[in-house]
């Protein structure tokens, strides 16, 4: 199953988008119409303070062992209440090596959002973020393990990158060429393709979490507070300056900053790429699609044109555009790569 699909023959085939971010998971069915999500994080719950009967409207999952972890938004507002650091099982886009429970965690929280397989030909892609360009850790231990997860829950799976699941999402009209920049929490993912080849793909290590925790340092406040605000309050279209809570404005105009810092350094680096790697010349127009929960604030796209603009690009662009669902465009994409496999092998 590693390189591929593989044909059964049994009856009631799901097809799955699995898209795994650093700040959410996201998963598609080609059975169910919603995309399911649950954002990427746990809080580690004391056995012998909280019994079982007194989480029944928190989401939590319990490992064989019997330890419980509560998931989800309820693990951030938790956190939140309290004044603790919600834990990350991943960081940067690829598992966390600080967190002990991190793999245990992932495991649980796979299997909860894909959902019921008995009985079914499950066939899955998932998210791999491309090779970082200024972050040193490779991919390949992240890529394996979620391969190994799938794996014991009987599902057929294979590996697509990030940044090309944008393209099969948001870029079938142009026939699968584009540039598909995913900026999720702990990455920014460029693919940049051509009739559904992956031309260039890198990623880089600053995205939102980048933005967060560079506030949380210049400002001395919490960083889980610093996310809060900007999921809340962060409006680029009017900007920081009108708005009345004096403490509030402050962390907005600093996360403002950063937004703007992050999107010229996305740009220089996709321009520094495709000049050093692509041989090939393209000669048509390429649409450019912005995605992800960092893409989300009110006057982003407009923020990324204006910044576009002020560079010259190694290829002509068609349009700057954001994905329909930034959310959960990897997921949708990914399940169009399923899709697509499981009909060629019939």
Request: proline share 3%.
């Amino acid at each position: 199953m590693e390189n591929g699909f593989e044909e059964t023959k049994s009856r009631g085939t799901v097809a799955v988008g699995l898209d795994i971010g650093t700040m959410t998971i996201c998963c598609a069915r080609s059975d169910v119409d919603e995309v399911k999500m649950i954002r990427n994080v746990f809080l580690p719950i004391d056995r012998e303070e909280i019994a079982l009967s007194e989480l029944t409207d928190i989401s939590f999952v319990q490992s064989d062992d019997g330890d419980i972890f509560i998931i989800g938004d309820d693990a951030f507002r938790f956190a939140n209440i309290f004044g603790q650091k919600v834990s990350r099982p991943m960081e940067r886009g690829l598992i966390s090596p600080k967190e002990i429970s991190a793999i245990d965690v992932l495991t649980l929280m796979v299997k909860d959002i894909i959902g019921d397989t008995k009985d079914k030909d499950v066939y899955c892609s998932y998210s791999i973020p491309a090779e970082s360009i200024d972050e040193g850790r490779s991919v390949i231990y992240h890529e394996k393990v979620f391969a190994r997860i799938l794996g014991t829950i009987g599902i057929n799976y294979t590996a697509v990158n990030e940044g090309m699941a944008i393209v099969y999402s948001e870029c079938q009209k142009e026939r699968f060429s584009g540039v598909g920049i995913s900026l999720g929490a702990g990455m920014a993912n460029t693919c940049v393709a051509y009739k559904g080849v992956e031309v260039l793909k890198f990623s880089t290590a600053r995205s939102g979490d980048w933005i967060d925790k560079s506030v949380s340092e210049s400002l001395s406040i919490v960083q889980n507070r610093v996310t809060s605000i900007k999921e809340r309050h962060l409006n680029i279209e009017e900007g920081f300056a009108s708005y009345p809570d004096k403490k509030v404005r402050r962390v907005l105009e600093a996360i403002e900053y950063y937004y703007s810092a992050l999107v010229n350094y996305t740009i220089r680096k996709i321009i520094k790429e495709f000049e050093e790697r692509v041989e090939i010349e393209v000669e048509e127009k390429l649409p450019i699609v912005v995605s992800g929960g960092t893409s989300l604030p009110r006057g982003f796209l407009q923020l990324f044109q204006s910044i576009l603009g002020r560079y010259t690009l190694p290829f002509e662009v068609l349009e700057v555009r954001q994905a329909r669902n930034p959310l959960t465009a990897v997921a949708s994409g990914l399940l169009v790569k399923t899709l697509a496999d499981v009909e060629s092998l019939r």
